[in-house]
Protein backbone atom coordinates (compact mmCIF):
# COMPACT_ATOMS: atom_id res chain seq x y z
CA UNK A 1 0.00 0.00 0.00
CA UNK A 2 0.86 3.61 -0.67
CA UNK A 3 -0.18 5.62 2.07
CA UNK A 4 2.11 9.11 1.45
CA UNK A 5 2.30 10.91 -1.49
CA UNK A 6 4.52 14.12 -2.40
CA UNK A 7 3.56 17.55 -1.12
CA UNK A 8 3.94 18.95 -4.56
CA UNK A 9 1.46 15.85 -6.40
CA UNK A 10 -1.16 17.92 -8.39
CA UNK A 11 -4.85 17.91 -7.71
CA UNK A 12 -6.66 15.32 -9.24
CA UNK A 13 -8.21 17.05 -12.38
CA UNK A 14 -4.76 18.34 -13.66
CA UNK A 15 -4.63 14.75 -14.66
CA UNK A 16 -7.21 14.52 -17.00
CA UNK A 17 -6.60 18.22 -17.74
CA UNK A 18 -3.11 17.07 -19.42
CA UNK A 19 -3.95 13.94 -20.41
CA UNK A 20 -6.63 14.65 -22.89
CA UNK A 21 -4.86 17.21 -24.78
CA UNK A 22 -1.54 15.34 -25.28
CA UNK A 23 -3.89 12.23 -26.58
CA UNK A 24 -5.06 14.62 -29.44
CA UNK A 25 -1.82 15.93 -29.97
CA UNK A 26 -0.51 12.46 -30.17
CA UNK A 27 -3.23 11.86 -32.45
CA UNK A 28 -2.58 14.56 -35.04
CA UNK A 29 0.92 13.30 -34.39
CA UNK A 30 0.50 9.64 -35.57
CA UNK A 31 -1.97 10.62 -38.29
CA UNK A 32 1.07 13.13 -39.46
CA UNK A 33 3.34 10.33 -39.68
CA UNK A 34 0.82 8.02 -41.43
CA UNK A 35 -0.27 10.19 -44.43
CA UNK A 36 3.90 11.84 -44.88
CA UNK A 37 5.41 8.43 -44.75
CA UNK A 38 6.77 7.25 -48.54
CA UNK A 39 6.53 3.64 -47.72
CA UNK A 40 4.69 0.93 -45.56
CA UNK A 41 8.96 0.26 -44.63
CA UNK A 42 9.10 3.77 -43.15
CA UNK A 43 6.21 3.12 -40.87
CA UNK A 44 7.64 0.12 -39.11
CA UNK A 45 9.59 1.78 -36.51
CA UNK A 46 7.69 4.87 -35.64
CA UNK A 47 4.59 2.79 -35.33
CA UNK A 48 5.52 -0.03 -33.39
CA UNK A 49 6.96 2.44 -30.77
CA UNK A 50 4.15 4.29 -30.36
CA UNK A 51 2.25 1.01 -29.89
CA UNK A 52 5.26 0.27 -27.45
CA UNK A 53 4.44 3.26 -25.70
CA UNK A 54 0.82 3.29 -25.53
CA UNK A 55 1.62 -0.74 -24.02
CA UNK A 56 3.81 1.01 -20.93
CA UNK A 57 2.36 4.13 -20.62
CA UNK A 58 -0.83 1.51 -19.51
CA UNK A 59 1.01 -0.83 -17.88
CA UNK A 60 2.86 1.55 -15.76
CA UNK A 61 -0.60 2.72 -14.65
CA UNK A 62 -1.42 -1.10 -13.45
CA UNK A 63 1.77 -1.07 -11.52
CA UNK A 64 1.48 2.21 -10.04
CA UNK A 65 -2.15 2.50 -9.38
CA UNK A 66 -3.63 -1.07 -9.55
CA UNK A 67 -0.97 -3.20 -7.57
CA UNK A 68 0.89 0.13 -5.55
CA UNK A 69 4.12 -1.12 -6.34
CA UNK A 70 5.67 1.92 -6.10
CA UNK A 71 9.39 0.69 -6.80
CA UNK A 72 8.49 -1.85 -9.63
CA UNK A 73 6.40 1.20 -11.10
CA UNK A 74 9.61 3.07 -11.55
CA UNK A 75 11.28 0.97 -13.67
CA UNK A 76 8.20 0.95 -15.98
CA UNK A 77 8.15 4.23 -16.05
CA UNK A 78 11.59 4.53 -17.23
CA UNK A 79 10.56 2.37 -20.00
CA UNK A 80 7.58 4.37 -20.79
CA UNK A 81 9.74 7.64 -21.17
CA UNK A 82 12.34 5.78 -22.88
CA UNK A 83 9.62 4.13 -25.53
CA UNK A 84 8.32 8.15 -26.04
CA UNK A 85 12.00 9.84 -26.43
CA UNK A 86 12.47 6.58 -29.06
CA UNK A 87 9.00 7.20 -30.68
CA UNK A 88 9.47 10.92 -30.94
CA UNK A 89 13.06 10.46 -32.68
CA UNK A 90 11.31 7.71 -35.28
CA UNK A 91 8.78 10.28 -35.81
CA UNK A 92 11.27 13.63 -36.78
CA UNK A 93 12.49 11.17 -39.51
CA UNK A 94 9.25 11.18 -41.20
CA UNK A 95 7.80 14.62 -40.16
CA UNK A 96 9.31 17.12 -37.62
CA UNK A 97 6.03 18.55 -37.08
CA UNK A 98 4.35 15.10 -35.51
CA UNK A 99 7.79 15.16 -33.78
CA UNK A 100 7.22 18.20 -32.34
CA UNK A 101 3.62 17.43 -31.35
CA UNK A 102 4.84 14.67 -29.63
CA UNK A 103 7.40 15.97 -27.50
CA UNK A 104 5.23 17.38 -24.69
CA UNK A 105 4.08 13.80 -23.66
CA UNK A 106 7.87 13.72 -22.62
CA UNK A 107 7.22 16.97 -20.67
CA UNK A 108 4.70 15.63 -18.98
CA UNK A 109 5.73 11.93 -18.55
CA UNK A 110 9.45 14.05 -16.81
CA UNK A 111 7.02 15.29 -14.72
CA UNK A 112 5.09 11.88 -13.75
CA UNK A 113 8.40 9.95 -13.41
CA UNK A 114 9.94 12.77 -11.08
CA UNK A 115 6.95 12.37 -8.92
CA UNK A 116 6.72 8.32 -9.01
CA UNK A 117 10.42 8.44 -8.21
CA UNK A 118 9.64 10.78 -5.26
CA UNK A 119 6.65 8.61 -3.93
CA UNK A 120 8.44 5.48 -3.99
CA UNK A 121 10.99 7.24 -2.17
CA UNK A 122 8.61 8.43 0.42
CA UNK A 123 7.26 5.54 1.02
CA UNK A 124 10.53 3.35 1.30
CA UNK A 125 11.79 5.77 3.72
CA UNK A 126 8.01 5.63 5.92
CA UNK A 127 8.46 1.15 5.79
CA UNK A 128 11.57 1.83 7.58
CA UNK A 129 10.52 3.85 10.24
Keep these: ?3 FT ?6 NWVFPAMW ?4 V ?10 KQADTKKELVLPLSLFGLHLFLGNWWNVVFFGRRK ?13 SIAGSIASFA ?3 PLAAALFA ?3 LWVTVAAK ?9 KVSKQA
Excluded: H
Design 25 to 34: LQSVSLWLVL
Design 6 to 11: CSWTPP
Design 104 to 106: PTQ
Design 93 to 95: QVS
Design 1 to 3: MCP
Design 70 to 82: MEESTRWMGAFWL
Design 20 to 23: IPLK
Design 115 to 123: LNWDIMKLN
